[in-house]
């Protein structure tokens, strides 16, 4: 599943993290919240400090860098397997549709030149 993330570099601090989608990283948060919820109080307060998860979590570089100001990762940025958190990647899904726009695109040309053949 994770090879299908991009990997993406912060442009304030250099530091790397795993791209996701905004869908994705809504999930992860209402996820651990529902098992936020089910901890005791203090619990809560020892390993989370009392801070249930937040998408802001996902929009933000630990320096604050918001994730609109993120380029693609390049070889050599981060030590090899190193654990990354995750920011999120909204281009990822504009580039699918980009693509996948050219694709249908590119058929519906094959077919109209196929038709065009065919009736000469
Ligand atoms: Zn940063």
């Given at each position: 599943m994770t090879k299908n993330f991009k990997t993406r570099t912060c442009n304030r601090c250099g530091w790397v993290y795993m791209g996701v989608s905004r869908a994705f990283a809504e999930t992860e948060v209402a996820e651990f919240n529902d098992y936020f919820k089910t901890l005791s109080k203090k619990k809560r307060k020892h390993y989370y400090n009392d801070t249930p998860s937040s998408i802001k979590n996902y929009e933000h570089?630990?320096?604050?860098?918001?994730?609109?100001?993120f380029r693609d990762a390049e070889s050599g940025d981060a030590p090899w397997g190193v654990t990354m958190s995750s920011i999120i990647h909204d281009e990822s899904i504009k580039k699918l549709i980009k693509k996948t726009i050219k694709k249908v695109n590119k058929n519906f040309k094959n077919t109209l030149s196929k038709l065009a053949k065919s009736e000469k």
């Open positions: 570089c630990q320096c604050g860098n918001l994730y609109t100001n």
